[in-house]
């Protein structure tokens, strides 16, 4: 009974290898490209949504006077209409 035969292990060639690099580049190209595009889809999202916030600033600016003028209208009424019940 002899010694077992060394074992020869895998062996990958140089053209293996770069291909597999190439592969692996291209990879990683796709998915720079992508978050590339993820990244300028959220800046448009930041500006679409500040957009949104300065609309709804606006609107309620231009809104608090409403119900100011309808308590001032119905206090009025009020004033009129308890004038004329203590005029009679």
Request: net charge negative; hydrophobic share 40%; no cysteine.
């Amino acid at each position: 009974m002899g010694a077992p035969a060394p074992d020869p292990g895998v062996f990958i060639s140089s053209a293996q290898m770069y291909q597999e690099l190439r592969s692996l580049s291209d990879g990683v190209t796709r998915v720079e490209t992508k978050l590339d595009g993820i990244g300028q889809g959220l800046t448009e999202l930041g500006k679409d949504v500040a957009d949104h916030e300065s609309r709804l600033r606006t609107l309620e600016r231009a809104r608090w006077p409403l119900p100011t003028i309808g308590v001032l209208a119905g206090l009025a009424g009020a004033a009129t209409g308890a004038a004329a019940l203590f005029n009679r």
